[in-house]
T-cell receptor, first 112, second 116 residues
Framework: SQQGEEDPQALSIQEGENATMNCSYK?????LQWYRQNSGRGLVHLIL?????REKHSGRLRVTLDTSKKSSSLLITASRAADTASYFC????????????FGQGTRLTINP | GAVVSQHPSRVICKSGTSVKIECRSL??????MFWYRQFPKQSLMLMAT?????????EQGVEKDKFLINHASLTLSTLTVTSAHPEDSSFYIC????????????FGDGTRLSIL
């Protein structure tokens, strides 16, 4: 079964606004990663946050992790039309094979 | 950045055909490769994990005789869907990672498989 639950399932905002997506998971993790997927394409790695980290930034991306609540959020600031995609969180549970368990994803649409 | 090439990008074939999908790491040694399946508007479901030179580890519910995985070298893994049927139609994505676990997985662009 899927480890992660994401909300919202779909989000539509105007260009320039901020987009926030949330991810919850069930078991202890080694790290949590966020990926972007454009329609019909593979996944692009965005950011990785380790279980001992609480916040991480990369350009217009800000990720938080709350291990006590088993949740993470991805914030995209000053959104652009090119940010339109599906966003997935993925949890790395193991110490060995780097096996990822993906959430259901959030379909983000940025309206020009 | 690291590049993973997946081929073909799209396959359309008749029911009963076996289809082979290749996943290549172009600029790093992939000690581990992963194969995922994704249905429309759904998430990725891990099918199997393959380590170079050893048998693949399949997830529960995935038929190993149906989905044959070979990881013969540090740069190539193949997934063969044997005797494919319409219910096997899906988007198949591979990813690769190196022994250095500090690096994230790198994903191929996926293969759209359509069985008529």
């Amino acid at each position: 079964s899927q480890q992660g639950e994401e909300d919202p399932q779909a989000l539509s905002i105007q260009e320039g606004e901020n987009a926030t997506m949330n991810c919850s998971y069930k078991t202890s993790i080694n790290n949590l990663q966020w990926y972007r997927q454009n329609s019909g394409r593979g996944l692009v790695h965005l950011i990785l946050i380790r279980s001992n980290e609480r916040e991480k930034h990369s350009g217009r991306l800000r990720v938080t992790l709350d291990t006590s609540k088993k949740s993470s959020s991805l914030l995209i600031t000053a959104s652009r039309a090119a940010d339109t995609a599906s966003y997935f969180c993925a949890t790395d549970l193991s110490q060995g094979a780097q096996k990822l368990v993906f959430g259901q994803g959030t379909r983000l649409t940025i309206n020009p | 950045g690291a590049v993973v090439s997946q081929h073909p990008s799209r396959v359309i074939c008749k029911s009963g055909t076996s289809v082979k999908i290749e996943c290549r790491s172009l600029d790093f040694q992939a000690t581990t490769m992963f194969w995922y399946r994704q249905f429309p508007k759904q998430s990725l479901m891990l099918m199997a994990t393959s380590n170079e030179g050893s048998k693949a580890t399949y997830e529960q519910g995935v038929e190993k005789d149906k989905f044959l995985i070979n990881h013969a070298s540090l740069t190539l893994s193949t997934l063969t869907v044997t005797s494919a049927h319409p219910e096997d139609s899906s988007f198949y994505i591979c990813s690769a990672s190196s022994f250095n676990r500090k690096q994230p997985q790198h994903f191929g662009d996926g293969t759209r498989l359509s069985i008529l």
